[in-house]
């Protein structure tokens, strides 16, 4: 899948495994973790695929966060994220990452 990050901060963990923003610091570990889940993302062929990842912990959100999806990091943190098809190019899957969320806040 194509994966595009909606914040500067995800990006940059991605990228760097790190950012310049105080708010969004995370230790080492995590980010390790984060930028794998990323991965997963990247390398599967389509959204169906996360299911069958069984670490992922793949999930439809509902109430609030309704349309959004979202696979583990640990058992604290996860991605949440968003999927939209490409009618033009059938094959390709945009994967609009929005958020690294701490699931118990």
Known sequence: MLVIFEKEYLRSLYEDGKCSDKKHRYQPDIVRRYQKA???????????????????????????????????????????FTVTLNEDKP??????????SNHYK
């Open 91 to 100: 094959m390709l899957t945009v994967c609009n990452v929005t958020d690294l």
């Open 38 to 80: 990323i991965n997963f993302l990247k390398a599967v062929s389509s959204i169906a695929s996360l299911w069958t990842i069984r670490s992922l912990n793949y999930e439809v959100l509902d109430g609030d966060k309704a349309g959004l999806f979202s696979i583990r990091v640990n058992d604290k943190y996860h991605v949440e």
